[in-house]
């Protein structure tokens, strides 16, 4: 497969005809399709969504962020400082053990939990937020409010049963993310902890509104990390014809593929955009997406306990660069990859072209080249060297170990901003 964000945008898109196969379903880790297929987890929304098939319904999720720089008072980066964000103290930031009580965290957390409905082009949506500064900021997932873009009309519904307008900040599509604002001051703060320190096992909370159940609160573990979600697929059915969901010629043209928390919290449509927290109910990843195995209530799939949400880390980080410029960066390395597999039937990501000049070929990467670790975690296909990668910033220097002749071998690339590829 080929991908913008490694890809530079004036290049051509490379066919990948005769190396791996093309992404015909979507996978949960670049492997063949699993018996719960994960595709984006949508909103609680009005129109219908043709029963039977697995999809990955988005709730809330992301990746990971690389090369955070700490200060020396509470550990918060110097991003969040400007951005104004409530991070939790660095000695707090590890909390991983069960709550002496959910309802103490869940008292803690609701407060700056919203509802966020949305309506817009025949659509009416409803999904979760958190509240990041007391002036009036909110972060939620880009399909969240993708139907009032470009027109429509988003309300937010507080805590406490009071609601206000608001408006579209900022989106993100190739992280799901996006931030709107009320004209409201003196809100109570979401408290952002770090996704760095999250281990399989830790107890988790989920807070949102599924299926429009405002205030809803679910408990589970973190079953999973650094799992690469492609829902690119969903993209496409946003501005489908409801009565016609198989037709039109709509094609996404933005890739979507997170590096996500894996959770067994139950999380479902409407949970999109909702906070994940830890035991001291510090935000550690934003809920957007489930496997699932079929339909569920009025044709929605439901929850399996298999959720993935955006690690906090990515999150604020595009939340900030959304609140300051209304848009976000992305990284770029430089390569066109296609999926193929070994004589074992391991999942590959073998490097289909190289961007003249690009970050990955003067790094030394070659064509031909199998790329098994981006940044030290194991790439098993195309999608997992997208999330890896996409778990960093432009500027940041990162190892990365391909396999060339059957000799690993590592390089340091420089990623840089895609941005600056367009012309």
């Known amino acids: 497969m080929s991908d913008d964000l490694f890809w530079g945008a004036d290049d051509p898109d490379p066919s990948s005809a005769d190396v791996g196969a093309s992404h015909d379903t979507v996978r949960l880790d670049g492997g063949a399709p699993p018996a719960a297929v994960a595709t984006r987890e949508r909103p609680w929304r009005t129109t219908a969504i043709a029963a039977g098939l697995a999809a990955l319904v988005f709730g809330g ?5 690389g090369a955070a720089l700490e200060s020396g008072n509470n550990g918060s980066s110097a991003s969040d400082q400007v951005a104004g964000f409530n991070v939790t103290p660095a000695a707090a930031r590890g909390a991983s053990g069960v709550p002496r009580s959910f309802a103490a965290v869940a008292a803690k957390v609701l407060p700056a939990v919203v509802s966020i409905n949305v309506s817009g082009a025949n659509q009416q949506d409803t999904g979760s937020g958190i509240v990041l500064r007391s002036d009036g900021y909110i972060l939620t997932n880009n399909h969240v409010v993708a139907a009032a873009v470009g027109g429509g ?3 937010v519904v507080f805590n406490d049963g009071t609601t206000a307008v608001a408006r579209i900040v900022g ?3 190739e992280d799901d993310l996006a931030v709107i604002k009320v004209g409201r001051t003196g809100l109570t703060t979401a408290l952002l902890g770090s996704s760095s320190l999250v281990r399989v096992g830790d107890s988790v909370l989920a807070v949102g509104s599924p299926l429009g159940l405002t205030g809803t609160v679910t408990a589970g573990i973190v079953s999973a990390l650094n799992r690469p979600v492609d829902t690119t697929a969903d993209q496409q059915q946003q501005n489908v014809d409801p009565f016609n969901p198989f037709g039109g010629s709509n094609t996404p043209t933005t890739t979507t593929v997170i590096n996500a928390i894996q959770t067994d919290a139950a999380i479902n449509p409407g949970n999109s955009g909702g906070p994940l927290v830890n035991s001291n109910g510090a935000v550690i990843g934003i809920n957007s997406a489930i496997a699932s195995t079929g339909s ?3 044709g929605q799939p439901g929850s399996i306990g298999v959720g993935f949400a955006i690690p906090i880390d990515q999150a604020r980080v595009i939340a900030a660069e959304l609140i300051k410029s209304g848009h976000a960066s992305h990284p770029l390395m430089g390569v066109s990859l296609a999926d193929a597999t070994d004589a074992n039937g391991n999942q590959l990501a073998r490097v289909q072209q190289l961007t003249s000049g690009g ?3 003067r790094a030394g990467i070659r064509i031909g ?11 098993a296909g195309a999608d997992a060297v997208i999330a890896a990668t996409r778990s960093h910033q432009p500027g940041d220097r990162v190892p990365v170990t391909v396999l060339r002749s059957g000799v690993r071998k590592t390089f340091t690339v420089t990623l840089i901003d895609a941005a600056t590829t367009q012309g």
């Open 153 to 155: 009309r988003v309300a």
């Open 296 to 298: 569920g209530v009025s």
């Open 171 to 173: 989106t993100d599509q």
């Open 359 to 361: 970050p990955a070929q």
């Open 61 to 65: 999720a992301g990746v990971g962020v």
């Open 369 to 379: 080249d199998v790329i098994v670790q981006v940044g030290g975690l194991p790439t």
